[in-house]
């Protein structure tokens, strides 16, 4: 929940009536800052600590990068919105132990990075900027935002052999109606603030709200998909990961689990080792049934 939701509310709302532009403005500000910055847990120091850091400039910003093993078989890692690039952790140091590079960010205003706020472009070049260094990726693992945004760099040619979803966002719109709904704003607010990331943030790039969606041109990724998602998601409704399946069609199978929630789901083993399994195999693994706190192989 925004702080001072009420006064933000009326602002905004009258603003809209009397300057739009300075509304979206604001409210695009408002849109692209994290409700907090999350801080590395113990179980995650050692791994940050032996990780080879780098900082990349993008946009006038920095970001703090992260890249595990001997370079060989890449394996870009991508955290969601308010997140940070260590509660990827569980996978990296599976991967590491099977000789893959886990490569790894905190966007901007996130993790270890300075500043106060990313979008979905920041995340595009950034993702892109990793691929001109590491080449190839064999897998991307992404979470949340991450998965959006992530697809948004693979459509515009970063490329992956696979690609694993976790509680992903797939529509850009419910970002926007959510922000919307949560403050309680009036749609011209928001009508004000498409007109804004249209002028300021990516100009010259037509259809582009068609293109934030993760279901935009499937066939463009050729990529199987492996998605997670939690029943019991309180950020991220599973309704999304079923839009995402039927986008990718037979390349894609959406594993379900129940009592993991948005965050646990990350730690939680079972769904690590699907993920992983997936990743080396290069492969759909077989169907998954829910059970509480993972998923297990579905019998046939």
């Known amino acids: 929940m925004y702080p001072m939701a009420p006064l933000i509310r009326t602002a905004l709302n009258t603003t809209a009536r009397l300057a739009p532009g300075t509304a979206g403005h604001w409210a695009f500000r408002l849109f692209v800052r994290p409700l907090g910055r999350a801080k590395a847990r113990p179980a995650e120091a050692a791994l940050l600590a032996a990780a080879r850091t780098g900082v990349l400039h993008v946009h006038g910003k920095d970001v703090v990068t992260y890249a595990w093993g001997d370079g060989r078989r890449p394996v870009l890692l991508v955290h969601g919105w308010s997140s940070r690039a260590s509660r990827l952790g569980a996978f990296a140091e599976e991967l590491l132990a099977r000789g893959y590079s886990p490569v790894a960010f905190d966007c901007p205003g996130h993790g270890d990075s300075p500043g106060r706020a990313t979008n979905i472009v920041e995340y595009r070049e ?124 037979d390349r894609a199978r959406l594993v379900v689990t129940r009592g993991l929630g948005h965050r646990r789901i990350l730690t939680d083993p079972g769904v690590v080792a699907e993920a992983v399994a997936f990743v080396t195999a290069g492969s759909v693994p077989e169907p998954a049934v829910t059970v509480r706190g993972g998923v297990s192989p579905a019998a046939s």
């Open 126 to 249: 950034i993702i892109r900027r990793l691929h001109a260094r590491h080449g190839d990726f064999e897998a991307v693992v992404a979470h949340s935002f991450g998965v959006l945004a992530s697809l948004f760099a693979l459509r515009d040619g970063v490329r992956t052999a696979r690609f694993v979803g976790i509680g992903g966002v797939g529509s850009f719109a419910m970002l926007t109606e959510g922000f919307r709904a949560g403050l309680g704003l009036d749609d011209r607010v928001v009508r004000a603030m498409r007109g804004h990331v249209e002028r300021r943030l990516v100009p010259g790039e037509p259809g582009v709200w068609d293109r934030f969606g993760a279901d935009h041109a499937p066939e463009e990724l050729g990529a199987p998909v492996l998605l997670f998602h939690d029943e019991d998601d309180d950020m991220v409704p599973p309704a999304h990961a079923r839009f995402l399946a039927r986008a990718h069609g």
